[in-house]
């Protein structure tokens, strides 16, 4: 069976995928305080990058519609959202029980706009899976999206609301199978937990592990219940290049998509896994990062791209930029066009970055012992199993066309002065989701949906 092993050409002959960009020019604006490694302003430089490239022509560039409580609400407890929809930097100090209740405070500060961020993050995923699932673009990407640490009642990792989460969901309505995939450096331990006793969602990460946050993701653990075997751990030490990477990430990937079928894939484009990332320890260029999306769009299925994690924020817009690119089968030059944040890229003010000297500490034994591992645990998978929709809530409704609109799928003119196509995709609420409890010993809150 062709698994899709080999990349699609990008160049004139190449076959182009409908791309769906979401983008909220607000974004940048937000703000974690000072010294804090998290900077949203990454998401406006790599627009500036994608703009002045030319990229934005080539896709429909969508104003997300901020998701609303009850949206949120389909995988976060209704006090934790309620919490973060009223804190704000003049009201936290009277509020010390409920930040330390919720994990905000430190890694996961208040900062003004705080919820304005979440909804903006999180709309813009779950719009991208509408789209997806109406059959409107091959490829769905919010580069403001990927916050995959955030749990059902709590902040973690600079995460507060876990997009990736809700995206899946969306995706659920339509698919039977849907597969996320996590290349940040960290272990996607939100999205693996909200999903650890399905075997409706795959989740495949590969991160650092040892002594390093959030301390989950051993090979060990591999799902429970109907659950298990479809989470996956790539264990990682420090300083992995590109070959390594992908003596791992190729034989798994093309072995989960031969084995689960996914309907449609989600893949978290963390960008602190670059060499000379401010808080990472791997040695990836940004051409074998990229090389995880080439391969990931190969296989033709609908595919949902996201950011994540990213530190060195000019590698980070650099990065996402060029895999814009590669969504699109477009290669872009080095050499980078004049922009108002040129001068972050100096003193060479090109896209591509070398990796440093750094040791590998991935021998060819652990690689070998890894690879095997987890090839053995895919091996214990029944092919594609059937899903029966037995409570399938209704299809989120796209908007009316606006009359005021020509063509709601219009192309981005360069020389308009708006920056985004005001359309929005709407989220409605899963009404049919059957709120059954957990055992309070799991904390998988996708559970009643998914039986």
Request: with cysteine; proline share 6%.
């Amino acid at each position: 069976m062709d698994t899709g092993g080999n990349s699609l050409p990008s160049g004139a002959d190449g076959v182009k995928r409908k791309v769906s960009y979401f983008y909220d020019p607000e974004v940048g604006n937000y703000y974690y305080g000072q010294g804090h490694p998290m900077k949203p302003h990454r998401i406006r430089m790599t627009h500036a990058l994608l703009a002045h490239y030319g990229l934005l022509q080539h896709m429909q560039v969508l104003k997300p519609f901020p998701a609303r409580d009850r949206d949120l609400c389909r995988f976060h407890a209704d006090d934790y959202v309620s919490f973060l929809r009223g804190i704000t930097p003049e009201t936290q100090q009277d509020q010390l029980r409920q930040l330390k209740r919720f994990n905000v405070g430190e890694d996961c500060p208040v900062f003004d706009g705080l919820y304005s961020f979440c909804q903006t993050y999180a709309g813009g995923s779950v719009g991208g899976a509408v789209k997806l699932n109406h059959g409107l673009c091959d490829i769905a990407v919010n580069w403001a999206g990927g916050l995959h640490h955030a749990k059902k009642c709590e902040a973690s990792g600079f995460c507060y609301v876990n997009d990736i989460v809700l995206a899946i969901l969306e995706l659920l309505k339509q698919h039977e199978r849907v597969l996320y995939v996590d290349i940040d450096i960290h272990h996607g331990d939100g999205v693996e937990e909200a999903f650890y006793t399905t075997d409706r969602v795959m989740t495949v990460s590969f991160h650092k592990f040892g002594d390093y946050f959030p301390g989950t993701g051993d090979i060990r653990d591999t799902g429970f219940g109907k659950g298990k075997y479809y989470s996956l751990n790539v264990p990682l030490d420090d300083g992995i290049d590109d070959e390594s990477y992908h003596f791992l990430f190729k034989p798994i990937i093309g072995k989960v998509m031969e084995v689960f079928r996914p309907g449609a894939v989600v893949l978290q484009c963390g960008a602190d896994s670059l060499s000379g990332d401010r808080l990472g320890c791997f040695n990836l260029s940004i051409k074998g990062h990229a090389e995880c999306v080439r391969y990931m769009r190969s296989f033709n299925v609908p595919l949902l791209l996201l950011g994540g994690g990213g530190y060195t924020i000019r590698n980070v817009a650099r990065c996402w930029c060029y895999e814009t690119g590669v969504a699109l089968g477009i290669e872009v030059d080095d050499k980078m066009p004049q922009h108002e944040y040129y001068e972050y890229f100096g003193p060479d003010y090109t896209l591509h970055v070398a990796p440093s000297n750094m040791e590998n500490k991935n021998s060819h034994q652990l690689l070998d012992e890894i690879r095997a591992k987890l090839l053995d645990n895919l091996s214990k998978l029944r092919h594609a199993p059937s899903v029966q929709f037995q409570e399938r809530p209704p299809d989120t409704e796209l908007p009316e066309a606006d009359e005021d609109h020509d063509d709601g799928d219009e192309r981005w003119d360069p020389e308009s002065d708006m920056e985004v196509d005001e359309e929005r995709y709407f989220v409605s609420p899963l009404n049919s989701l059957s709120h059954s409890p957990v055992p309070s010993n799991l904390c998988f809150t996708c559970l009643p949906f998914l039986q």
